[in-house]
């Protein structure tokens, strides 16, 4: 009874081991159809996402003014206005941008931040840099009446003048030529406190003509704060609000406002107030940015550097799977296949992430190709050890991968770091290497410790001397 009963629960185990192994090659090749019907269909809704050095497109590099930024505000703006930027492309269409920011060097005299606006597809550099440019830039700034008055009253003069008038232009206030003076001083109150614009029509009273359309804007509690302080220290003085260094209107602050409300009037027609709001409602920029650069990557071009790399992926994966088959036999065919899923696992999850795939993520994903094999490498060392100690396949499968753990996780978890640390304060073309070589060693593990031991625990259990030909298939390397 007691062997009939260990019988029947020997079968079932092997049952279940087989049933487990199928049902992971099933899911391998449904996953492998799933990723190559999305790869060739044209109308898929989780295509493969191609950087601008794959796809082409152009490279926009824009520098920030900061000259008159408090340095501790600076990180947080930057990446406010890289958020404001990106969802300015998202607005018009492009596929797929990518917006980052490049800080100089800690060791440069002179501190500089850039914005790169990347537009994979996008050729007409003069379409992206004018679509880029509707962003308007809101200031509002107090009348320095002196000075404004002195400025007038040096015009006049020299409008009325005979000669050349250049004593007229030498007028000083406080030692300062008055030719060379701004009017309107900042307050810093700017874009980056904006909550959102609207359209409004305004009645006939404020000095505004009856149905004018006006944009009302309104702060976040920092802004409103700020308007409200502004609007109380300066009652008498003149508000000016400017929208990319362009006067709009100067209004009369006659008391504190409160609420953090204010409104843009100049002359609009609805159209232009209309398209105002919606441009301040899509994103103010909080700092003045300069076109510095532009570069264009031809189509053309990026179609041969992904040949290139598909071709040395191919090339890469078919000398790591003939050497693993030539090598170890039989679980050289099962590190195949683990291989083959986690090319397949990982492609999925490049459509579905997704990750925008540039020339040096394809290096990457080459080099996680050799690391993916690393661990079946140790595991079927291990393996084979035991299996010349006498043990059989299935108990030499379960202790190579018990001893090979350390060694694995230890190399794995370095790698990882390592990739962590790329990505981190890595530019852009390094975090895409880093971004797909890290995934690639998860998958990596995750193929090796469960479908390879999965598979690998699934063919019969055979000892070293059953049969000369089990032996060869379980060995390794040139004779044995």
């Known amino acids: 009874m007691t062997n009939k009963s260990q019988t029947t629960s020997l079968a079932t185990d092997n049952f279940l081991r087989i049933f487990k192994a199928v049902a992971i090659l099933g899911a391998i090749t449904w996953l492998g159809f799933f990723v190559y019907g999305n790869a060739t269909n044209p109308d898929s809704n989780s295509p493969f996402k191609l950087g601008l050095d794959l796809a082409g497109g152009a490279q926009l590099v824009y520098e920030a003014d900061i000259s008159k930024i408090d340095p501790v505000e600076i990180p947080a703006l930057m990446n406010v206005l890289r958020d404001v930027i990106e969802q300015r492309i998202n607005i018009f269409g492009v596929s797929e941008p990518v917006v980052y920011l490049q800080s100089s060097s800690f060791v440069s005299d002179e501190r500089s931040e850039r914005l790169v606006v990347e537009l994979p597809g996008v050729t007409d550099v003069a379409q992206a840099v004018a679509e880029i440019g509707r962003t308007p830039l809101l200031e509002f700034k107090l009348l320095d009446r002196q000075v404004a008055a002195a400025q007038e009253q040096v015009l006049a003069l020299q409008a009325s003048a005979t000669g050349t008038g ?21 307050t810093g109150l700017t874009g980056r406190y904006l909550e959102s614009a609207q359209l409004e029509f305004a009645g006939n009273q404020g000095g505004q003509l009856s149905n004018e359309p006006v944009v009302s804007i309104t702060f976040d509690s920092e802004g409103a704060e700020l308007f409200t302080q502004i609007t109380r220290n300066n009652v008498g003085e003149q508000l000016a609000i400017f929208l990319d260094g362009e006067l709009l209107s100067a209004p009369r602050i006659n008391e504190a406002i409160s609420g953090g409300t204010a409104i843009i009037s100049g002359g609009f027609d609805p159209k232009e107030a209309r398209l105002l709001a919606q441009n301040l409602s899509f994103g103010a920029l909080p700092v003045p940015i300069e076109l510095l650069s532009t570069q264009t990557v031809g189509a053309t071009l990026g179609q041969e550097v992904l040949d290139k790399g598909m071709e040395a992926a191919v090339f890469g994966f078919g000398l790591v799977l003939l050497f693993m088959i030539f090598w170890y036999r039989l679980p050289g065919v099962v ?30 994903f080459v080099l996680s190709l050799g690391m993916a094999v690393d661990a079946n490498v140790l595991v079927f060392e291990r393996m084979k050890e035991e299996i010349r100690s006498g043990k059989g396949s299935r108990v030499a499968a379960v202790e190579g991968f018990n001893r090979a753990w350390g060694a694995i996780r230890d190399g794995n978890i370095t790698s990882l770091l390592s990739a962590i640390i790329l990505f981190w304060f890595g530019t852009s073309m390094v975090k895409g290497f880093a971004l797909v070589f890290g995934i690639g060693i998860l998958i990596s593990m995750f193929s090796a410790l469960f479908i390879s031991r999965s598979l690998l625990e699934a063919l019969p259990d055979v000892k070293k001397e059953d049969s000369p030909f089990w032996s060869f298939l379980f060995g390794s390397g040139l004779l044995k």
Request: proline share 4%; glycine share 6%; hydrophobic share 60%.
């Open 166 to 186: 250049a004593l007229l232009s030498n007028v000083q206030i406080d030692g300062e030529l008055v030719d060379d003076m701004n009017p309107y001083t900042d």
């Open 335 to 364: 590190a195949t296949i683990a291989l083959l899923s986690y090319v397949a696992i990982i492609l999925a999850l490049f459509q579905f992430i997704p990750v925008v795939l540039t020339a040096a993520g394809l290096a990457g």
